[in-house]
C-alpha cells in the first residue's frame, strides 16, 4: 500500500501560493458544479433516486459477502475468472502472474483509482512490463510524473500551458496549445499502444451480482478499446463496487454522470459479461476480475463509518468542498482527495499514516447536500477525529492534543465560573499587545500552537473593557 508521505498543512500552504493552479481549481471546479446543477434540476425525482441508491448500497454492504460470492459464481460462469486480493500487494503479485502466465509484454489501462491505490504501474514497471494509461487526464499525468488530483479530472491541477510545455518536451512535439491539437497527438500515440498491448487494464463503476457483469462508464471510449482490443481483460474493482441485481443499474446510471459532469449519460457504458464467447469474433480470449479488500473489510465492521463504502466516485463533493477548492487533490497526500479522501484514506491507510485528514474540513456540510448516495460525510468526520483523539491518548502523545483538552477544560470553567472568564479576558487584553497589528483590529502571526488559527484565518484583539463591562455601564447609564 502507498505510504503517507505529505503533511497536509505544508502541502495546502504551497497550493494556496500557486496562482496556476488556484486558478485551473476555480475555473475546473466552477464548470463541473454548474453543469451539475443544470443536470440535477432537469430531474424531477432527484432526492428520489439519492434515496433509492443509497437504500441500495445499504443493503449491499450489509450482505456483501453474499453479494460477491453471487458475482464469482457468474463470472465464473460465464468463462472468466475471479480473483481475491487481501491487500495491495498481494492485488499487484496476482496481476503479474497473470501477465507473465499469459507472456504479456505490454499493457494499456483505461483510469481506475483501485489501480492507483494500489500503484499498479510501479508493479508493472518493476516486473519488466510497459504500462500506458489510455485515459487523456491520466496519460497527461504519467508523463508528467505525478499522481492524480481528482477523482475524476485526474490532471484538473494542469494548465492547457502546462500541458502543452509537457507534451512538446517528453513526446518530441511542436508546442500545440490548442486542445484539439493536443488531443490528436495523444490519440495519435496511444492508438499505436492500444494495436500491441496484450492486456487491457480497467477499473469497474459497478459489478452486478446475480448477471456476472461489470459495468464501466467513460467518456473517451479507451476504456472499451481496452476491455475488448487486448487478449487479456483484467479489471480490479474493491469490494464495494458490487451491486444486487442489474435492475439497480438504471439507478446508479441516473445519478453517477449527472454528480460527477453533469451529463445524462456518460458517452460510453461499457457492459462485460465474461470473455469472448465461441464462435465470437471480437473481444479478449480470457478475463480476470480481481476483487480488492485493501482495509475495506475494517470500515465494514463500524457502525458509524461504514457508510464510507457507498462512495460511487462521482467527485461531487470535491467540487463542492470549499477546503479542496483551495488546496488541491494534491495536499491530500493520497489517491483519493477532497472530503472523500478525508474520510475514505485514514480507514484504509490507518490513523497514524492519515491523522490530519480529518481535520482537513470546515464541516459546512455541502458535500453532504451534493452526495448522490447521501453519505453523511461531516458526521463520518467527526466520528473520524475522535478516534484521532483516542487514538493519540492512548499512545499517550503530549503536543496537540493535551493542549486541546487542557483549553477545553479551562473554557468549561470559564462558562461555568463567569468570573474566571472575565478575568482571562483581561489577562488576554494586555498579553496581546505584542502581536495586534498596527491598523489595530486583528492580531499578527500567534505563536505555537495559535498560529495554527492566526496562519489562516483573522483573530480580532481583545476589547480592553469585555462586553458584559460595557453592558453593565451602559444599563446603569440609561437604567434599563
Ligand atoms: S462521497 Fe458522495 S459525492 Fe463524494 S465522491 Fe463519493 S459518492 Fe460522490
Redesign the pocket.
Known sequence: MGLYRHDFNKESDKALKNENLQRALRFTTDRFRERRKAAIEAVDDWENLRSLAREIKKETISRLDKYLELLEENIVETGGLVHWAKDADEATKIIIEIALKGKVKSVVKSKSMATEEIELNHALDKAGIEAIETDLGEYIIQLAKETPSH?IAPAIHKSKEDISRLFSERLKVPYYTEPEDLTRIARDKLRQKFLMADMGVSGVNFAVAETGTIVIVENEGNARLTSTLPRIHLALMGIEKVIPRFEDLAVFLSILAR??TGQKMSSYVSLITGPKRKGEKDGPEEFHLVVLDNGRSNILDSDETRESL?????????NICPVYRKVGGHSYGWVYS???GAIISPQLLGFSKAPDLPFASSLCGA?KD????K?D?PKVLLELRKTVVEENMKLNRVGVSTLKSLGIKLWRLSMEYPWIYTHLLTVAFYAQKLWVRPKGNNMKLLPYPFSKWTRGRDLPVFAEKPFRKRWKEKRNRYGI
Do not use: E, H, T
Not at 457507498?310 to 470535491?318: F, K, M, Q, S, V
Not at 451534493?370 to 448516495?373: G, L, T
Open positions: 477523482i454528480s460527477a457507498y462512495c460511487i466516485r462521482c467527485g461531487a463533493c470535491l477532497g472530503p472523500i458535500c451534493v452526495c448522490p448516495v453519505i460525510i
